[in-house]
């Protein structure tokens, strides 16, 4: 990173306050949309700064310049801002001050504070503001971006073409989902909602796009009522099939931008359903201030959030897929360490990518593939570069978190691997991740169990030896679209959403040693039913990840029968499901892998 880049862009966002007349802006490192990943065209906060992690709020008053991240990236934001006049701040660390606390340090009373308030949810904007009070008497610009005037090279907003997914994989029609939506909205007295998350339109529609990288989504917002659906994107993305399309299920195509401007004309009588997480503060502010509303968890995520019977059975085939891909590249890689090839975690990385590319439904990857060798495994977000990628040779755990998007869903599964002999520490870590798995994995629980109580389960054999990690145990993953979707999780955070059947939930506990090694033994489950009694439904979760465990990384000893049963018939499992699309030397290896385990 050229830092004096850095420097002079700051200094010229600086000389933008005193044109606007404002004493401070906060730059986000978020779209319109609520969205994880975004397009280049929002990454304002990465352009001024250089900090490339995905969280990170920079701050700039007409003297000063911070920027706040939290525990995943001080070290990265350490190394990108070196020699930068921008002041790292660490969230979380006892003495810091959050940016609420610090701009009250750094600012004169009767300062104005400029933000562009699409580019926040509205909660965050909402947090910022509690600042005016009494004694600051700050105000607030939530219409400014600008960075704008001096981002000159500024990417544009991304227009790439869209696709209708077919029904066959979907299992709804855009009627069917439409009709259940209004149902919905009706349940909570609301005749219109507007939808900024880009998946939720995507599902609703039946329809992909490609304008966010590892995120089969278009850029786009929607607006529904009880007799109408207008979708609000870039028209030159859909082709003559896909107008056709919206046509014939009377949907309504206005131009991106032009969603503010319609608001304007919508009936006051209007009452809206709108998601205050994934809603812009600017949209929001302005439903909220000129109808009447509810606010909550979006009813399309609700929906969303439970896979119908074809979604399902498309997920178990796309595992199929997605499981050849993972086990030819575990055998590769077994192959090319055991021939002393070099491997590193970038060439690892690209492998695995490739295995996935061969097969039929793959589209893109659902995420940057984690590959990290011995200590870089303890970096829970860790991405290669060329700087930090390890050659992986010798002993200790590799471990790799990667997945895929297919038109038959979309995967996310992490294995570590043994890469000769482990110490005794890497194994028995090994054992006690594997043990918390499995606790999940075999664990069933009455209607109405929360995730946070599932997550205590999975944690249960690590807490025993006082042992924790920084990250939950599970996230919810779309059906070919984002790999983390709510409103689902299993955490220690309470989520008020129980975990019920027909959604997918991530099962991935894991330990890190800082400077050591990390764990994280990823599958991702549908939740079941596991039967009735008199006290009621009872549920259980069912892999759909298909991949071996390393049974060379194991402490047998430390596992008891039912755990060695659960391995031995969930490795039956994977092996059956595989076995015929492996060639004759990838079958034999994978049949040595999920060989019986005695008890
Ligand atoms: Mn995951």
Known sequence: MNNKDTNSKIADLQQQLDTYNIDACIISSSDPHGSEYISAHWQCRQWLSGFTGSAGTLVVTKTKAALWTDGRYFIQAEAELKNTNIKLVKQGIADSLDINNWLTKELKPNSTIGLDGTTFS???????MALANKQTAFKFNTSIDLTTNIWLDRPKLPANKVFIHDTKFSGKTYKQKISSLRKKLKQLNCNASLIASLDEIAWLVNMRGADIQHNPVFLSYAFVSLTETI???NKNI????ELKYLQENKILLLEYNAVFEFLKTIDSKHTFFIDNNTTNYTLYTYIKNNYKHESGISPVAELKAIKNNVEIKQMQLCHIEDGIAVVKFMFWLQQELRNNKKVTEITAGDYITATRQKMNNFVTTSFPPIVAYKENGAICHYQATAKSSKVIKGNGLLLIDSGGQY?????????AIACSKLTTEEQNDYTLVLKSHIALASFIFPKDTLGIQLDAIARGSLWRNKINFNHGTGHGVGFFLCVHEGPQSISPRYNKTTIKPGMVITNEPGIYR????????ENIMLVVKAGDSEFGDFYKLEPLTLAPFDKQAINFAMLDTSEITWLNSYHDKVYRKLNNHLDPETRNWLREQTSKVET
Request: hydrophobic share 35%.
């Open 238 to 241: 859909f082709g003559k099939q």
């Open 514 to 521: 800082d400077m050591k090694h990390g764990v994280r033994l």
């Open 231 to 233: 979708i609000f994107a």
């Open 122 to 128: 509205y909660n965050t904007v909402k947090n910022f």
């Open 407 to 415: 038109l038959t869903g979309t995967t996310d599964i992490t294995r």
